[in-house]
T-cell receptor, first 115, second 110 residues
Framework: NAGVTQTPKFRILKIGQSMTLQCTQD?????MYWYRQDPGMGLKLIYY???????DKGEVPNGYNVSRSTTEDFPLRLELAAPSQTSVYFC??????????????FGPGTRLTVT | DAKTTQPNSMESNEEEPVHLPCNHS???????IHWYRQLPSQGPEYVIH???SNVNNRMASLAIAEDRKSSTLILHRATLRDAAVYYC???????????FGKGTRLHILP
């Protein structure tokens, strides 16, 4: 299993440009998550999905959009990039276990710089 | 939301045990305690989780206070590769997500 994969690894965007961060998992997990991590800080939840066709906002959703058309893929879209979106973005997935017994698996991250 | 409190940073010597504390005084009876760690330039990785009883796995041990208001992650013999940020997180029973705090940055001295 490759686990959770993210592309690209690095990207530099100009202000106002758009891009899509890709996330794919091969573990057949229903739950998927997008986090961002600013330098020296913890992770903030952007969006999450509990299955194909279902998404919900996390702590910091503004400026981002997501879709979930398949179990495997959970892309994150930035429509009008701003310097405040400079961050490292992590995708994660987990099994459908209820009651808090689950383990989240994280991808290696995408480092995005907006200038 | 139930929150956790951790020290910002800790230091330990290589090959000695490390005890990382976490306070979660507002925990409810069905909340699980999770620990993740993040090595430099990597995504977080799962370490251990528990509900009431102490837990052991190949990476660490988790000691949970009897009143569940605090817990301690124990690394039995720290190595330089254990230098990371350690996150203590509560997984809420009726919630589909876990929320990360700032964690404890662990420095290991050779």
């Amino acid at each position: 299993n490759a686990g959770v994969t993210q592309t690209p690894k690095f990207r530099i965007l100009k202000i106002g440009q758009s891009m899509t961060l890709q996330c794919t998992q091969d573990m057949n997990h229903n739950y998927m998550y997008w986090y961002r991590q600013d330098p020296g800080m913890g992770l903030k939840l952007i969006y999450y999905s509990v299955g194909a066709g279902i998404t919900d906002k996390g702590e910091v959703p503004n400026g981002y959009n997501v879709s979930r058309s398949t179990t495997e893929d959970f892309p994150l879209r930035l429509e009008l990039a701003a310097p405040s979106q400079t961050s490292v973005y992590f995708c994660a997935s987990r099994e459908t276990l209820f009651g808090g017994t689950y383990e989240q698996y994280f991808g290696p991250g995408t480092r995005l710089t907006v200038t | 939301d139930a929150k956790t409190t951790q020290p910002n940073s800790m230091e330990s010597n290589e090959e000695e045990p490390v005890h990382l504390p976490c306070n979660h005084s507002t925990i409810s009876g069905t909340d699980y305690i999770h620990w993740y760690r993040q090595l430099p330039s990597q995504g977080p990785e799962y370490v251990i989780h528990g509900l009431t009883s102490n837990v052991n796995n190949r990476m660490a041990s988790l000691a949970i206070a009897e009143d569940r208001k605090s817990s301690t992650l124990i690394l039995h013999r720290a190595t330089l590769r254990d230098a990371a940020v350690y996150y203590c997180i509560l997984s809420l029973f009726r919630d589909d997500k876990i929320i990360f705090g700032k964690g404890t940055r662990l420095h290991i001295l050779p």
